[in-house]
């Protein structure tokens, strides 16, 4: 029996979490789904981002879809980004973004690799103060424990991808001590394991460019939370854009998908949204959390046979509908 936490969330995330819950619904016929709450408006009606029972839903289901929650940018008291609380509570400490080329969407055959971002420390972890009315500090934390289980996930995805080549992407000549931990750590355990094939690196500004520059060149690109955050929105505009980005948040037994992007409120209730990275991450849910890589290349084919036949047109206000059934019926 296989459980999914549903937590659509804000803006987007509701119009395209239903489609890709109906095509896990086709490919795992015994599927049962738990509706779970997340986010600004949940905060708004509750005042609480992320109620007990969505954190208890996921404990006790181990897996889940989340769409996407709107945030402010400005300070709200007692509010702390849904996803971020997620993240950190449940020990998701990985989160897996794969970025590829698809057909007639993407500006650029060839392009092959997954970013994998430390999930749950860095400059993430939620600790900000004033030092005085006029200096604001950030305390970016990096441990061991946290890069170790990284690059033990970097293994396990480079072995299961048959990866040629390992990066690790850092800012170790400005932040000897935080990055020199990350990087030294990551090192450690890859070579211990008997990592073979290439292991390199990058300081993050470069892999930047030669993201930009030679996206084809990269395969497994292992680094820290805000650099993969930033790298991952940049590399996915060879997949064709935010529409077409998922992920996978990951660990401690938990996996919840979640598509890249936001709650998008300027598109939001326009039928505009693109459904493919939420369709997209249910794929990486049957990869690597429930091990049916045969189901997750399935759904994977389905979007491919969608975008080769359909993959040029602009369906405008219907997008949402007509995309997510046009995989639905290619499945
Ligand atoms: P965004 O990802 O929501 O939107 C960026 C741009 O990409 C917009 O022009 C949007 O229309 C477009 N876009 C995004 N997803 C699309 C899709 N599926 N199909 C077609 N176009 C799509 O990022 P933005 O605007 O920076 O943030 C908006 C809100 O989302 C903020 O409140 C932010 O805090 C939140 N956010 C939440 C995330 C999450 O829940 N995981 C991640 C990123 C942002
Ligand atoms: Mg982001």
């Not at 509706?35 to 905060?43: I, K, L, P, R």
């Not at 709107?70 to 980004?81: A, E, H, K, L």
């Not at 989160?95 to 057909?103: A, D, E, H, K």
């Amino acid at each position: 029996m296989h459980k999914l936490v549903v937590i659509p969330g804000d803006g987007i995330g509701r119009e395209v979490v239903p489609l890709a819950v109906e095509a896990l619904e086709k490919l795992l016929p015994d599927l049962q789904t738990v509706e779970a709450q997340a986010g600004w408006e949940t905060f708004q009606r509750s005042g609480c981002a992320v109620p007990e029972a969505t954190f208890q839903a996921l404990r006790d289901c181990g897996a889940g879809i989340f769409g996407a929650v709107s945030s402010p940018s400005q300070r709200v008291p007692g509010y702390r980004s849904a996803i971020l609380q997620l993240r950190q509570t449940l020990k998701l400490n990985t989160n897996l973004r794969p970025v590829r080329s698809w057909p007639c969407v993407s500006s650029r055959p060839g392009v092959d690799l997954i970013i994998l971002r430390e999930n749950s420390e860095g400059l993430y972890s939620g600790r900000e103060h004033w030092e005085t009315e006029d200096v604001a500090i950030a305390e970016r934390v990096i441990s061991r424990g946290a890069s170790e289980a990284l690059a033990r996930r970097a293994l396990e995805v480079a072995k299961a991808r048959k990866a040629r080549r390992i990066t690790l992407v850092h800012k170790a000549n400005v932040l000897p001590i935080t990055c020199g931990l990350f990087r030294d750590t990551c090192r450690e355990v890859l070579e211990g394991e008997g990592w073979a094939a290439e292991l390199d690196e990058r300081l993050v500004d470069l892999m930047a460019l030669q993201l930009v520059e030679q996206p084809e060149a990269f395969d497994l690109i292992v680094t820290t939370n805000l650099f993969g955050d930033i790298l991952s929105d940049l590399a996915c505009h060879w997949s064709g854009g935010l529409g077409l980005a998922p992920s996978l948040n990951w660990g401690n037994g938990i996996a919840l998908a979640e598509p890249v992007h936001g709650s998008a409120p300027d598109i939001a209730g326009s039928g505009r949204a693109n459904p493919i990275a939420a369709i997209l991450s249910i794929a990486l849910l049957l990869r690597y959390h429930w091990q049916k890589p045969a189901l997750a290349k399935r759904l994977e084919k389905a979007v491919e046979n969608f975008l080769l036949d359909e993959g040029k047109a602009d369906f405008g206000f219907d997008t949402t509908r007509i995309v997510g059934q046009g995989i639905l019926a290619a499945l």
